[in-house]
């Protein structure tokens, strides 16, 4: 299984990001994709999750209405829209794969429901 994240970048408060997030080695319909950032000195924490087969959604409260997860199966991509940055949204950010039968709305931003993980993509939200 392998997760290649690209997209992060230099971006100036209230700007927007896109994520994409390309998965290998795994059939999706098993499988829920999870976005984590990491800030320097912080805990890797987990914000948003897709579930590859039907596309249902978990957001964590910091993220929603700005952060937008979805995918696109053909492509075996999936994808964070990042809106309105804030200085705070600075971190690595990651995606995860985890098996779909164990991961669910109290349990999607829990780092031991996902067993891959990509290698993670910097952004920076900066003046």
């Known amino acids: 299984v392998q997760l290649v994240e690209s997209g992060g970048g230099l971006v100036q408060p209230g700007g927007s990001l896109r994520l994409s997030c390309v998965a290998s080695g795994f059939t999706p319909d098993y499988y829920t994709i999870g976005w984590f950032r990491q800030a320097p000195g912080k805990e890797r924490e987990g914000m948003v999750s897709?579930?590859?087969?039907?596309?249902?959604?978990y957001y964590t409260d910091s993220v929603k209405g700005r952060f937008t997860i979805s995918r696109d199966n053909a492509k075996n991509t999936v994808y964070l829209q990042m809106n309105s940055l804030k200085p705070e949204d600075t971190a690595v950010y990651y995606c995860a794969a985890g098996w779909a039968g164990t991961i669910g709305p109290r349990s999607f931003t829990g780092r031991l429901q996902y067993d891959y993980w990509g290698q993670g993509t910097q952004v920076t939200v900066s003046s």
């Open positions: 897709i579930v590859l087969s039907d596309g249902i959604t």
